[in-house]
């Protein structure tokens, strides 16, 4: 019998994991469906309850539900937990698990292009949601530093008392960050600048970036933020946030199917909708 999956979020229209997912069950010869469902707040819970009666085989969440939904699902993966969002759950027998395959998808993504994270210096910039799934998920693997740079400063002190897993992180200043950016091997933005509409705008200054540095943006649309062109203009490696969304992806169909899927050709598939060439 075919098997439903889907996506919840308010917006859904745009999301790509449909395209990606539904492409990989074609690919990989499983009978399943993949559906975006467009579901505001107040009609979270009964989604979940339906989805759950409907048998579905699982599903992702995304933007504004990754934390309200953690309460109405059976069982939290303990990463997730820690994070305290969740991006996919997995119905195992009628029970529904809540996992986070954020932070280690952009993991993933980011050991593709650095193989050995051990002895590398990582400046994140951001301390928000997004940031929070990456700092757990690159403390977990273990990184020789990673310290943040927040408008906020407090948030990003906030986000590293409560990661569980050792790490040697400081919570620095806009300043600090400017003047020492040269101490870091990978430079990792996590905020929504560069995006619509703060698409002319820089975090903060590249100009005592070393040469052979590591610049990634989670950011996907656009392809290449500001960051990344200026990243590129002073000789470092970049990476945007295609990469950190097909890796996502790929963790979630593997829980849901034991298959761990191509990602050259998710990316494929991402790219051909966006209509442009990862950078
Ligand atoms: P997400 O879940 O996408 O990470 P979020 O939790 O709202 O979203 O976090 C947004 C992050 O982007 C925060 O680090 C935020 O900084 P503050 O903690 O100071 O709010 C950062 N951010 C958003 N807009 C920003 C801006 N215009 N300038 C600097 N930082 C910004």
């Not at 993966?77 to 954020?102: H, M, S």
Request: charged share 25%.
């Amino acid at each position: 019998m075919k098997k439903l999956f889907g996506v919840i979020g308010d917006p859904i229209a745009h999301s790509m994991s449909p395209l990606m997912h539904n492409d990989l069950f074609q690919h990989y010869k499983i009978d399943a469906d993949y559906l975006p469902f467009h579901i505001k707040e107040a009609q979270l819970t009964d989604a979940i309850k339906g989805l759950k009666a409907l048998g579905a085989g699982g599903f992702n969440i995304t933007i504004p539900h990754k934390i309200a939904v953690m309460p109405l699902l059976d069982k939290i993966d303990p990463l997730a937990e820690a994070i305290g969002a969740v991006n996919t759950v997995v119905n195992q027998d009628g029970l529904l698990i809540g996992y986070n395959t954020d932070g280690i998808g952009y993991v993933r993504g980011l050991t593709e292009k650095i193989p050995d994270l051990s002895d590398r210096s990582v400046l994140m910039i951001g301390a928000g949601g997004a940031a929070r799934a990456l700092f757990f998920s690159l403390a977990k693997v273990g990184v020789k530093k990673l310290d943040i740079y927040n408008r906020t400063i407090a948030k990003a002190h906030d986000l590293i008392s409560e990661c569980p897993y050792a790490v040697d992180s400081n919570a620095i200043g806009k300043e600090q960050a400017e003047a020492s950016l040269a101490d870091y091997d990978v430079i990792i933005q996590t905020t929504s600048i560069g995006m619509a509409p703060h698409l002319d705008e820089l975090p903060l200054s590249l100009e005592n970036l070393r040469e052979n540095a590591f610049v990634s943006d989670i950011i996907y649309n656009p392809l290449e933020t500001k960051l990344l062109k200026e990243a590129k203009k002073r000789q470092a490696r970049v990476q945007n946030g295609l990469d950190m969304f097909v890796f996502q992806g790929a963790l979630a169909f593997e829980l849901w199917t034991g298959i761990f899927p191509d990602p050259k050709r998710m990316k494929h598939t991402v790219e051909r909708q966006l209509g442009g060439k990862q950078c």
